[in-house]
């Protein structure tokens, strides 16, 4: 679904949401969950791009929700892929993940993506801007794309509300809440969640 000009909402990515910018040159921002490939392949053909046309795929972070289809969609696109520095020990299996997610990643089979690239602050990837916003996962980052903010999960919305994403899942929920903070100084009109529908911005984000 289009959700704003050159930006796609891929809805069938259910559970965990993908978006589609179309931006400098096209990007995949997260692969949802484990075995949605398909689904998530099938959506892209009915916007007319092909899994070759897509340059990057940007990890928010190493949840298994969101990098369940990279290794997947990146065998097929030929993208690079990206992902934070600190949280690539875990993509790769080279660390447990911390906390309760250990046990969220041995009950949920995923296949191990191999991540091309890491993000160096202040840098853009096909015109998105990659926002450092640790907290729910040590290198989790935000991006920011015109006028929209794709928070990954930082925050998530609720009946249209934007809450910040639970802090059981949290690595870290006081560091979470700072980022939650400086994002709120940034300028954008939409937050596009992995984890809820597109909003528009409240004045209490
Ligand atoms: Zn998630």
Not at 2 to 26: C, F, M
Not at 102 to 109: E, G, K, N, P, T
Not at 189 to 197: E, L, M, N, R
Request: hydrophobic letters at 40%; glycine letters at 8%; a positive charge.
């Amino acid at each position: 679904m289009q959700i704003a000009k050159n930006v796609h909402w891929i809805t069938r990515a259910k559970g965990s949401y993908v978006y589609l910018v179309l931006g400098d040159e096209p990007v995949l921002i997260d692969t949802g969950m484990p075995n949605r490939g398909p689904d998530i392949l099938e959506e892209l053909r009915e916007l007319g791009i092909r899994p070759q046309d897509i340059a990057h795929i940007v990890l928010t972070h190493h949840d298994v929700d969101h990098i369940g289809n990279a290794k997947h969609l990146k065998a097929l696109s030929g993208a690079t892929l990206w992902a934070p520095e600190r949280d690539v020990p875990y993509i790769h299996g080279a660390a447990p993940r911390p906390g309760i997610k250990r046990a969220i990643a041995s009950l949920v089979r995923h296949e191990r993506p191999e991540v091309d690239r890491i993000y160096q602050a202040g840098q853009t990837v096909g015109g998105l801007e990659v926002i450092e916003t640790p907290g729910h996962t040590p290198g989790h980052v935000s991006f920011r794309y015109q006028d929209i903010l794709f928070p990954g999960d930082l925050v998530m919305t609720r009946r249209g509300k934007i809450v910040p994403s639970p802090r059981f899942l949290a690595w870290d929920h006081r560091v979470l809440m700072q980022s939650i903070d400086s994002v709120r100084r940034l300028t954008f009109d939409w937050v596009c969640p992995a984890h809820g529908q597109p909003v528009r911005r409240t004045p209490l984000f």
